[in-house]
């Protein structure tokens, strides 16, 4: 087993982590907003689990970096090309439906990712994930009932989770094409085998699209690379909001 | 077409060996929602490690104006407690 | 979290038409007497129902629209420690709102119907939240002196003599403990940080001060119901002496910031031990009530578009359950992913 480099783990762990944390990010947006009061509490506990792990994540990652990056650092003072979030989960929240339709596709990516990091030869990241994988699993339950509720509702509904389906589906590429690095993290035992994770996801969401009785996309050609940091025009817009107070005011401590 | 979701009432089991208890109500479309819900909404703070959900009109419950009937009649059979029987001192293990 | 005593007069108590109505006012009145509680099924006065319905939906309807000028900031908290306490914060809110719609409904009312009066003007909520968050200090302002005030309005109805508002109101204010504390920690590292930090605080206080020690209400002397509601023990203390009670613990407070309440009246009356202040602007009080604030259009229009928006998705799922047999309806899918066995409630 070859033993990747500082660098490349920090790259890697800032995956992970930018996802967690602009996911969250987006379902902050919806609070005091959601179809149901019920809901805003529901979407409130989701977002507040995502940031606690992009929390864990990016102390983890700035450890590694040994800059003195801390997690806020890391959070608020990067600019876009910087962030390794996939782009699905930059991706607008839009309506309810396509909230939905992103949350489940990346649950079901973020759960099979979590269950294979609690064996990772990174035992510190094996600890992240095994308390992210409880909080996965029951995201995962509450999006794809979701999901299922919305696909065979009404005819509305339908059509908004399908079009929502539509316009997210060519992002689910990035989740399973491993690139080099993830390449070389699954060869060093780091991060799960790229194949049984692809197998677990596609498993996962295609029941739930079975049961909602929505027709899975044909695949897209455009490959996004967010984990890369090239990212859709959402996220500058985004962080723009979200870094505003530590950029406007740098030497202030919160 | 309705967007009402029906009331249902939430029971939480606060630690394994205590009961169930009432915490209050929400609405939700399905069952499993409201599982969800009693989740998100009553068990925040780790107040939970059981729910049961029910759907309020699903309760039966006693009428407060058949109250007296009900419970005054429990009121003399005073019997039925251990303090009523007076037992000498000296007898142990009773 | 937020009461304020906003409400309308209540039409008064009837007295009984027959013997027996008199009968059981009368049985009614004593067992408020003996502080006993009411429940939600016991035989209660009209106006005694009405009142609460209004009470605790006008209660419901401000921890709901409470949720909107935090939330304006969750997606700029500048850090993330302050942006999940902030997201956890906002989202107590929508729970307490919960918790009190939950209460109202056990008098009869649906929910569905209190935010229908909430969403067509008809209902009120706290004017507090019709005041706009402008910078990050407006978080930790509301905090400690938003909630601070709500709280000691809302300690008493712990006490209150109808049971599901009572156990309510516990919950809420276990809960809300932290509310208060947070916003204080914010006020605190802006009072301790830049100079620039330092006048955000202060001129959050210059905004905050007075829409919050008018949260109280008016005072006892135009205040037409407390008499009402402090017999039926709905209310346990006056609109002043709550006032008086929280102005003299955030007097001190202020002076620890190092920030200065903006009232150049302000000054300790060593006779009673109590911080007097100059005279209330009752009438900012009562143009925001009436729907002048400077934001009252934002906040109704916000919940509205939410409620709209929503439509299409509760229906979506009242679809989903009448289409699965009603209430056994549940989406299996992702069961073999999470779901618990369900626990059988008859063998309890």
New interface residues.
Partial sequence: MSSPSAEARFRYILRLADTS?ILG?RL??W????????????L??I??DL??Q??LL?AYAGEIEGRGRD??AL??LRDAPEFRNVSLAEQPNC???QTIVRQALLDAWQ?GLYEALVGSADARLGEIAAKAVKET??H???S??W????G???A??HA?VAQGLEALWRFTDELLAPDALDEEMAAAGIAPSPDALRLRWEE?IG??LE??KLERPAASPYPWHGKRGVHTEHLGHMLG??Q???RT?P???? | MSDDWPLFEVFIRARSGLEHKHVGSLHAADVRMAIEHARDVYTRRQEGVSIWVVRSSEIVASDPEEAEALFEPARDKVYRHPTFYTIPDEVKNL | MYTQALDSPAPEARPGSSGGQAALERRFEERIERDEKIEPKDWMPDAYRQTLIRQISQHAHSEIVGMLPEGNWITRAPSLRRKAVLIAKVQDEGGHGMYLYSAAETLGIARAELLEQLLDGRAKYSSIFNYPTLTWADVGAIGWLVDGAAIMNQIPICRCSYGPYARAMVRICKEESFHQRQGFEIMLALARGTGEQRAMAQDALNRWWWPSIMMFGPSDATSTHTAQSMRWRIKRFTNDELRQKFIDVTVPQAEFLGLKIPDPALRRDEISQHYLTGPIDWSEFKAVLQGNGPCNHERLQARRTAHEAGRWVREAAAAYAAKHGGRGAQPRSAAHIASPRAEAPCHE
């Fill in positions: 944390l990010q902050g947006e609070v005091g907003h959601a179809p149901a009061l019920e809901e805003d509490l529901g409130a506990n977002a507040l940031i606690g992009a929390r990016l997690e806020d959070a608020f309506d309810f439906g759960l699993r029951y995962l339950r509450f794809a009932g999901l299922v509720r919305l065979d509702g009404t509305e509904s908004r996962r029941a739930v049961e909602a909001e979200m505003h107070l530590p005011f030497d202030a401590a919160w």
